[in-house]
């Protein structure tokens, strides 16, 4: 099962919203459907109500990103599972798109849509992928990106576990802001260290005379 691409649906969903800088892409039915991706048959059944229930899935999603990076694991679970009890997943085999060289199917296990509505639909390949994703890597595998203000959900696929930011962009930023503020420390310290210096020598001064 393409697990990264499942669990991906999530992260698409989450990133949608930048609640520290006010901005919410996710604001028409031609949003919805372009978080479907190349599952257009999906897309189609999206109307103008999936843009309210998308919203509502978003915020549950990034409370579980949120329990995760702020290390509550449980918490992280039982809001992931509530989700999957609400949006059980349609598993089916399937070859679709996928051959062996002598032209064959190459079976797999596939995520069917859900025949309700949109939204259905996506959260529950959306909970279902995360689930999967935090079951074989680890709960501290979801974060948030620490580049200040961005807090855009991520999955850490890092092979020692040190993925902190969203973006190759957001980690650019962060480390230019950290060099900077080294730089304004050492400044500080050397423009303290010399009046110290000066303080010392008109001290002397006067005790000479």
Same mark, same amino acid.
């Given at each position: 099962?393409?697990?990264?691409?499942?669990?991906?649906?999530?992260?698409?969903?989450?990133?949608?919203?930048? %609640?520290?800088? $006010?901005?919410? !892409?996710?604001? !028409? @039915?031609?949003?919805?459907?372009?978080? &479907?991706?190349?599952?257009?048959?999906?897309?189609?059944?999206?109307?103008?109500?999936?843009?309210?229930?998308?919203? +509502?899935?978003?915020?549950?999603?990034?409370?579980?990103?949120?329990?995760?990076? *702020? $290390?509550?694991?449980?918490?992280? @679970?039982?809001?992931?599972?509530?989700?999957?009890?609400?949006? %059980?997943?349609?598993?089916?085999?399937?070859?679709?798109?996928?051959?062996?060289?002598?032209?064959?199917?190459?079976?797999?296990?596939?995520?069917?849509?859900? %025949?309700?509505?949109? /939204?259905?639909?996506?959260?529950?390949?959306?909970?279902? *992928?995360?689930? &999967?994703?935090?079951?074989?890597?680890?709960?501290?595998?979801?974060?948030?990106?620490?580049?200040? %203000?961005?807090?855009?959900?991520?999955?850490? /696929?890092?092979?020692?576990?040190?993925?902190?930011?969203?973006?190759?962009?957001?980690?650019?930023?962060?480390?230019?802001?950290?060099?900077?503020?080294?730089?304004?420390?050492?400044?500080?310290? !050397?423009? $303290?260290?010399?009046?110290?210096?000066? +303080?010392?020598?008109?001290?002397?001064?006067? $005790?000479?005379?």
């Amino acid at each position: 099962m393409e697990l990264a691409y499942y669990s991906d649906y999530a992260v698409r969903l989450v990133n949608t919203e930048e %609640p520290s800088r $006010g901005q919410d !892409s996710l604001t !028409s @039915v031609e949003a919805v459907r372009d978080l &479907f991706g190349a599952n257009q048959s999906a897309a189609r059944r999206a109307s103008d109500a999936d843009v309210t229930r998308f919203r +509502s899935v978003r915020g549950r999603l990034r409370a579980v990103f949120e329990a995760a990076d *702020g $290390g509550d694991e449980t918490l992280a @679970v039982d809001l992931l599972n509530s989700l999957l009890l609400e949006f %059980p997943v349609s598993p089916q085999i399937s070859g679709h798109d996928h051959r062996a060289e002598d032209g064959s199917p190459l079976w797999h296990m596939h995520l069917a849509d859900h %025949p309700s509505n949109a /939204t259905a639909g996506f959260a529950a390949i959306a909970a279902m *992928g995360l689930a &999967f994703h935090l079951t074989e890597y680890g709960v501290d595998r979801l974060g948030l990106c620490e580049a200040a %203000p961005c807090r855009n959900a991520y999955l850490d /696929t890092s092979t020692n576990r040190s993925r902190r930011y969203c973006s190759d962009r957001c980690a650019t930023r962060a480390n230019v802001a950290a060099y900077r503020a080294r730089k304004r420390l050492e400044a500080d310290r !050397s423009a $303290g260290t010399g009046l110290t210096a000066d +303080s010392a020598q008109r001290t002397a001064a006067s $005790g000479e005379r």
